[in-house]
């Protein structure tokens, strides 16, 4: 039981990561002018934007790989039906 839990945090953990890399890449550009050293910056903009796409298919592989077979209920459907919107992200 208590691994379950243990993975059932890795998709909240990993969406802060995403979020916030996702908000500096919205300034970008101005961070690269100023020589702002953030994981954006570093690695480049289109690296960086293929890695928040990882994460958030990892996110949703993680998901429905722990909660679906476990705790599926029917309100989880709206969760997997949001994948439309990691398609478009």
Same mark, same amino acid.
């Given at each position: 039981m208590p691994w379950y839990?243990?993975?059932a945090g890795i998709p909240f953990g990993l969406s802060?990561?995403? %979020?916030t890399s996702g908000s500096i890449?919205?300034?970008f550009n101005?961070?690269?002018n100023k020589d702002v050293g953030t994981l954006p910056v570093r690695l480049g903009e289109k690296t960086a934007r293929y890695l928040n796409i990882?994460?958030?298919v990892i996110i949703y592989l993680? %998901?429905?790989?722990?909660?679906?077979?476990r705790y599926f209920n029917p309100v989880m459907l709206v969760v997997f039906l949001a994948a439309k919107t990691l398609v478009q992200a």
């Open positions: 839990v243990a993975l802060v990561p995403v %979020s890449l919205i300034s101005e961070d690269k990882a994460v958030l993680t %998901s429905s790989l722990i909660f679906v077979p």
